[in-house]
């Protein structure tokens, strides 16, 4: 089945430590995209990629990076100079030449303590 | 800057009864679309409805219809017959309408409905 995979689901990590999210997709989509979700904020874009090995910065960006070396994937990598890491994470992904429409994964719990 | 501003945190409708849940939002352009996703508990995004700003008529997808009034920057979501599948939270969206980053979506701050029995 054609989908967009994130892994973990949940994950834990100690304040002051790096740790890279996930995010694979079997749909052939071009652009791919990372949202930060936190309670009564909706969603805030921190990454998006339209071509492999480009990506710009989306509204949040700072204290993540990212990288894309394939198509099918693009990780997000939360560092420790982001200041409050704690945050449900998810990425999406859109084909070319549609409009708005964005496939979503079902997202990683990351917890830093 | 576009913003999208969804003013009912909460809120609840009996089974089988209808609801609408409100949605502003403020922009420039002339051209752009809207959106709204639906992330029941499970989190999983999905997309409900899409209206684009150019169509006057306002688009329908079975019990799901939206009214667009694009004067009055408003785009309100109704749920008709509402399910207890229907519980879950509404997030409205908007998206520039031509170049730039394509696809970037802007996102409300959600209504979570709850549907009673």
């Known amino acids: 089945d054609g989908g967009i995979t994130q892994s973990p689901k949940y994950l834990f990590r100690k304040e002051g430590q790096n740790v890279t999210l996930s995010c694979e997709q079997n749909?052939?989509?071009?652009?791919m995209y990372w949202y930060r979700q936190d309670p009564g904020q909706g969603l805030r874009l921190i990454y998006y990629s339209q071509i492999v090995n480009d990506f710009q910065k989306g509204d949040i960006a700072e204290g993540y990076s990212v990288s894309r070396e394939k198509k099918e994937s693009f990780p997000l990598t939360v560092t420790s100079a982001q200041k409050n890491p704690t945050a449900f994470y998810l990425c999406?992904?859109?084909?070319?030449?549609?409009?708005?429409?964005?496939?979503f994964g079902p997202g990683t719990r990351l917890t830093v303590t | 800057a576009q913003t999208v501003t969804q003013s009912q945190p909460e809120m609840s409708v009996q089974e089988a009864e209808t609801v609408t849940l409100s949605c502003t939002y403020d922009t420039s352009e002339s051209d752009y679309y809207l959106f709204w996703y639906k992330q029941p508990p499970s989190r999983q995004m999905i997309l409900v409805i899409r209206q684009e700003a150019y169509k006057q008529q306002n688009a329908t997808e079975n019990r799901f219809s939206v009214n667009f009034q694009k004067a009055a920057k408003s785009f309100s979501l109704k749920i008709s017959d509402s399910q207890l599948g229907d519980a879950a939270m509404y997030f409205c969206a908007y998206r520039r309408g031509y170049g730039g980053a394509t696809n970037k979506l802007i996102f409300g701050t959600g209504t979570l409905l709850a549907v009673q029995p």
């Open positions: 749909l052939n989509h071009d652009a």
């Open positions: 999406a992904s859109t084909p070319r030449g549609t409009v708005g429409r964005q496939y």
